[in-house]
């Protein structure tokens, strides 16, 4: 797969699975949408309730995305972080 063509080269991409309060997906996927460096987020169904794109400069930038903005979004009670790789 290649690149994405929103993602500057030597830039980080990640999916963000997020697992919400009953309830709360479509409120969680608006706040977060808003949040400098995601790039999209859908509510969706299965185990997870919200799938997130976002993009960083450094994996250190993806980690305090995560941590500081969007684990921070009322009605959020977990998130898994899975960075893209290029093989």
Do not use: F, N, W
Request: glycine share 8%; with cysteine; proline share 3%.
């Amino acid at each position: 797969m290649t690149p994405a063509k929103d993602v500057a080269a030597g830039d980080v991409l990640a999916y963000i699975l997020i697992q919400t309060e009953v309830g709360k997906a479509a409120q969680v996927a608006k706040e977060v949408a808003k949040i400098k460096g995601v790039t999209s987020a859908e509510d969706v169904t299965g185990p997870y309730d919200v799938i997130v794109r976002a993009t960083a400069r450094t994996v250190d930038d993806l980690g305090k995305l995560v941590v500081a903005r969007i684990q921070g979004v009322e009605g959020i009670t977990r998130t898994l972080t899975c960075p893209v790789v290029h093989l």
